[in-house]
């Protein structure tokens, strides 16, 4: 199975959090299944990923339900348009991130992100996102993603 990232057309990979295209980003690849309706990202932060010792940096975490989450939400509006990214690559940006640390996040095991779709709407798509650490509920995010319009970042440098 390819990640949904990789899908993404060189122009839109530069993104530091999954950008293939940058050589210092994070890269992080999320998976679709189309049967449970559910996006899956797993990251091992390291060691300078650090809060206070052992435990990870708070904005990491944002870092990755972010990616995670405009992953998420292409591949939702793909399936909900029954189209394929392979033939249409679809990109979302960020226009809205909610993040809920519950508990502290320990570093050292694999992190698990779970993102579900909970609604997909003309170019919006809102997904819910679930951090696992060592299987325990760490982190909880809310994201709203908006669908690249033609001129997106017009103006900008
Ligand atoms: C060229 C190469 C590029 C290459 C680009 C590569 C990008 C890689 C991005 C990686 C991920 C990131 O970090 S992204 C970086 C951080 N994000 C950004 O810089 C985005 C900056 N913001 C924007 O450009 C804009 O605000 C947009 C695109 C997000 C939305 O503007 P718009 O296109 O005019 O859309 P608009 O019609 O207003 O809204 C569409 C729907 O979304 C809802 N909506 C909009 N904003 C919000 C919000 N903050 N909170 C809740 N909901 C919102 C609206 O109510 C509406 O819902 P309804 O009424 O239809 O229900």
Redesign the pocket.
Known sequence: MKAIQLYYPP??A??Y???YLNAHGLHIQTYWDPEKGESETRFTPRPYHTAIPGFVYGGLLASLV??HS?ATAAAAKAQAEGLSLEATPL??????LKVDFLKPTPLGPDLRLVGRPQEV????VVVETELYAAGTLTVRGEA?L?Q??EG??GGAG
Do not use: P
Request: glycine residues 16%; hydrophobic residues 35%.
């Open positions: 122009e839109w530069h993104c959090g999954c950008g972010d990616c405009t990109r979302f940006v960020t226009a809205s709407k003309g170019r919006k709203v908006v690249i319009a997106f970042g």
